[in-house]
Each structure stands twice: as structure tokens, then as C-alpha cells.
């Protein structure tokens, strides 16, 4: 069996250490299909423990059909089936199954707490209240997963009811849910308040969509995300509540389009790189607007006293004539540059 020491053979469950050697107990019988041939010996430890007829006993993970074999002390490591009742390893069971307290102390099989009454009755129950939760429960997290409705006491450990409202719970470790409510921590007035828009104090839109994607920011605190036109301050004027983007143009919030150009874009590629997703063009009273659909709705471009229209079919021609600009302008820059050597 492969066993080096006294100790790993007492703690297997199913051997006697005798006269300095390790030997199979009387009446029972070893699995001598745990050799390195079984099919679970390709499972690494952690993923060997998850799986259904494997567990990791000895350095290898072997096809096992009971957890008496695994060692006391690392039934849980062997296999998420089974847990210690103090003496031996156990397959996991419903609550009222586990016999003795140690076994009580562990999960049932639907990965719940149990808890025990001792004196005559010496019972193990399913826990029913947060109050039966372990103890060692530290935060929300735990508390919550271990029953629906339940959140970390005041004290910082052990389990309380949810309260009914936010405002209730007086600790930042508390503030996560209430019986109506998510909770959220105001950080600056150090209160629990409704996790809601217009609790939250941010200035900023990615502030405010980063606790809430519907909510962005009227400058002060954060609101409901609308329309465009709904939006209260430039901050705001980002996205509407469908994903449209906004632009602030003339002193109001709008829907992102060629019309909301600033006017400082006076060429066709300007208006090209406005947006990746619109298709602008240069506009005849500065700025610029959406692409038309014939050639005459085009504003002209004049380039070395040649009209260039900014539709598609002219860009080839328009790309050729800036190239033209920037050969002359080394050009000159190279001729000066031989005028200073002289």
C-alpha cells in the first residue's frame, strides 16, 4: 500500500500498523486496481477531488467506491464526497444522517450547514435560521450562501436577518442588502443607503455607470440615464439610455450625428475621423453633415485652384493632391536648408 510511516497507516481506515509493517485490517479487503492503469490516474489533484468515482489517496488519483480509505484528516482534499465524523472519513449525507458532533460540524450534500443539539437528544438539524449558522461566518458572502436572507451580525462574525432597510445597518461590512433592497456605502456621509441613481454622489458618468449601467451624472449626483436631450450638464451627455451616443453642441445635449461637427472641422477627412460609425463629410457653412446621396449636394474644396467635390469617387484624387502638398513643402524645406549652408 505504499505506506512509509505508523501514523499514515492508523489514519487510513482499513490498516494496523503490527510489528513495524503496515497490514490490512481482518476482514477487509484492499482494491488492488489503484495501480497507475485505473482511469482516474490522468486527474491532477484538485481536478481528481471533483470528480464522481475518483479521489486522491497516497501521491495518485485512483477509482475509489468508499471513503473509509481516504486519511481522516484529508477526507475533503480526497474527495468533495466525503467529510470526517472525527474518527473515519464518511460519505457526505443529509444532516439528520451525521451521527456524532464532529460530523454534524460539516456540510449535508446540498452544500448546507447543519447544527447540533446535544444533551439526550443528540441530534444533527438542517440550520434554519441565520442564527444556527456557524459562527466562524465572517462576512455577507458567507452568511447569504449559507441561508437566503441572512447577513453578517454588527460584531463582524455570526449571522443576523436581513434588515428591512438600508438605512438600518450601521457598518460598511453590513451594507450589501436589505429585505426590499440592494444597500450601497455612502462613503462621504458613512451611511447605508437604497442602491439607487440618486443615492450615489459622483460628478462623473463612468463614476455613476460603474455602480449602476443605467444611471449617469447630472454634475452633482447621479440620475437616471434618458434621452440625449434629457441629459442636465455636459458630464452627462455622454450616452442615452440605449447606447446612442450624445455630444453637447450649442448648449444642449443631442444624439451624436455629422450636424453636432464642431465647426473647427473644415475638411473631408476631419469629418471622415468624427465618428467611425457615421459618415460625414465637409459642410458648405463650416463643420460638417451627413454624407448626401448625389454628387450636387456636395461642398467643393478648392486645392491648388482645382474644385475637389469630398464624395467617394474624388478621394483617390484628393489623397494624390495633399501628397503633392507635402512633396513641395520638403521640397522648400530641403532648398532652405542648402540656402543656410552657403
Known amino acids: 500500500m505504499h505506506v512509509r510511516t505508523e501514523k499514515e497507516c492508523k489514519n487510513s481506515g482499513l490498516c494496523i500498523w503490527e510489528i513495524d509493517k503496515c497490514i490490512i485490517k481482518p476482514g477487509q479487503s484492499y482494491n488492488t486496481e489503484m495501480s497507475n492503469s485505473n482511469k482516474c490516474k490522468r486527474y491532477a489533484q484538485e481536478d481528481c477531488r471533483q470528480q464522481e468515482f475518483c479521489g486522491f489517496y497516497f501521491g495518485q488519483c485512483i477509482d475509489f467506491d468508499d471513503c473509509i480509505i481516504f486519511d481522516k484528516d484529508s477526507c475533503q482534499e480526497s474527495s468533495y464526497k466525503c467529510v470526517s465524523d472525527g474518527s473515519k472519513c464518511v460519505q457526505i449525507q443529509e444532516c439528520s444522517d451525521y451521527k456524532t458532533e464532529n460530523g454534524c460540524a460539516n456540510i449535508n450534500k446540498y452544500n448546507k450547514y447543519c447544527f447540533w443539539i446535544g444533551g439526550i437528544q443528540k441530534q444533527c438539524l438542517d440550520v434554519i435560521t441565520c442564527e444556527g449558522l456557524p459562527i466562524y461566518l465572517n462576512n455577507h458572502q458567507m452568511c447569504e450562501s449559507g441561508l437566503k436572507g441572512c447577513t453578517i451580525s454588527e460584531n463582524g462574525y455570526g449571522c443576523i436577518n436581513q434588515m428591512e432597510f438600508c438605512s438600518q ?17 455612502d462613503q462621504k456621509n458613512e451611511k447605508c443607503v437604497e442602491k439607487v441613481c440618486e443615492n450615489l454622489l459622483f460628478t462623473q458618468d463612468y463614476e455613476c455607470k460603474g455602480i449602476l449601467s443605467d444611471c449617469t451624472t447630472n454634475g452633482v449626483h447621479c ?18 439610455l440605449e447606447g446612442k451616443k450624445c455630444e453637447y453642441h450649442q448648449n444642449q445635449c443631442k444624439i451624436k450625428s455629422c450636424s453636432t461637427a464642431p465647426d473647427s472641422l473644415r475638411n473631408y477627412q476631419q469629418c471622415q475621423d468624427y465618428d467611425n460609425l457615421l459618415d460625414c463629410v465637409t459642410s458648405e457653412n463650416k463643420g460638417c453633415k451627413t454624407r448626401p446621396e448625389t454628387c450636387y449636394g456636395y461642398a467643393e474644396e478648392i486645392v491648388f485652384g482645382i474644385k475637389i467635390n469630398a464624395n467617394k469617387d474624388n478621394v483617390t484624387m484628393h489623397q494624390i493632391i495633399l501628397l503633392m502638398k507635402f512633396v513641395i513643402f520638403m521640397g522648400i524645406a530641403q532648398g532652405n536648408q542648402v540656402e543656410d549652408v552657403k
Not at 440620475?223 to 442615452?240: E, L
Open 169 to 185: 445597518y450601521a457598518n460598511n461590512f453590513q451594507c450589501f442588502q436589505s429585505k426590499k433592497n440592494n444597500c450601497y456605502w
Open 223 to 240: 440620475v437616471k440615464r434618458r434621452q440625449c436631450s434629457d441629459a442636465q450638464s455636459i458630464s452627462g451627455c455622454v450616452t442615452d
